[in-house]
């Protein structure tokens, strides 16, 4: 009889071309497997599977309407396999934006503990920091992403957490500012009043104003609970306190 309109064999056009993508993959992925690595064959291979995968259009250096690398956009999603196949295609695992921002400071913002790992397992730089010298634990602690808080203290300790951007704010500001009570608590555990009595150098607030100007009482009480006056008396740059802050 004649044969169903977008069908093949019998089969739907579609699960035909699924099964035909998914045959080329695997062979694709054992000719990956068998090619020595870091040679032109490997390379070749790895960057036909990022191109079926999504991860690149045409070439390994291209850049997206953002002005991101491959390498750096592919950290959005998070999908460690990707980021194992533009290794293997050539990528440059501290590529960078305009803005010096990089795959693992995308990873941070978003959370991705996993792909985090393997970037830096891969020698992605740890201290790496943006255009604003904001680096991944800022990226982290801004975003509320406390497991990679976690990781980034197990591999840069307490000199990671302490890092101001180039506007003088650590990371435990921005940290009060939205409410990351779980971050906070995690911060004051590891880096204590060093960390806690920092003030942004820019205009002089410290964690407890940003809590109080967001009239944000959890957080409040947890950090006159740890800081109590000598946090609370701190004055910013315009002569306000966090009580101040609160008022207003």
């Known amino acids: 009889g004649p044969r169903p309109a977008g069908s093949w064999g019998g089969e739907p056009i579609e699960k035909v071309m699924r099964l035909s993508d998914g045959l080329m993959n695997r062979q694709l992925s054992i000719s990956l497997e068998a090619a020595p690595a870091g040679t032109g064959e490997s390379r070749?291979?790895?960057?036909?599977?990022?191109?079926?995968?999504?991860?690149?259009?045409?070439?390994?250096?291209?850049?997206?309407?953002?002005?991101?690398?491959?390498?750096?956009?592919?950290?959005?999603d998070g999908h460690v396999n990707n980021l194992r196949l533009l290794l293997a295609a050539g990528a440059d695992v501290n590529s960078k934006?305009?803005?010096?921002v990089t795959a693992l400071h995308v990873a941070c913002t978003m959370g991705h503990a996993s792909y985090a790992r393997a970037l830096?397992?891969?020698?992605?730089?740890?201290?790496?920091?943006?255009?604003?010298?904001?680096?991944?634990?800022?990226?982290?602690?801004?975003?509320?992403?406390?497991?990679?808080?976690?990781?980034?203290?197990?591999?840069?300790?307490?000199?990671?957490?302490?890092?101001?951007?180039?506007?003088?704010?650590?990371?435990?500001?921005s940290a009060a500012a939205k409410g990351y009570l779980d971050i906070l608590k995690f911060l004051f555990d590891k880096c204590g009043k060093d960390l806690l009595l920092y003030v942004d150098d820019k205009e002089g607030q410290?964690?407890?104003?940003?809590?109080?100007?967001?009239?944000?009482v959890d957080v409040l009480n947890y950090l006159w609970e740890v800081g109590g006056k000598p946090l609370f008396d701190i004055f910013n740059k315009k002569g306000r306190t966090p009580a101040i802050a609160a008022a207003q």
């Open 206 to 216: 410290s964690c407890a104003y940003n809590a109080a100007s967001k009239g944000l």
């Open 120 to 173: 830096v397992e891969a020698g992605a730089d740890i201290q790496a920091v943006d255009n604003d010298g904001a680096g991944c634990a800022h990226r982290a602690s801004a975003g509320g992403q406390l497991d990679v808080l976690k990781y980034l203290f197990e591999k840069g300790g307490k000199d990671l957490l302490m890092v101001k951007n180039n506007e003088g704010k650590g990371i435990m500001t």
């Open 44 to 76: 070749t291979l790895a960057l036909e599977m990022c191109k079926r995968r999504g991860a690149v259009i045409k070439t390994i250096d291209e850049r997206n309407d953002l002005g991101e690398p491959a390498f750096v956009a592919a950290a959005t």
């Open 97 to 100: 934006t305009d803005k010096g």
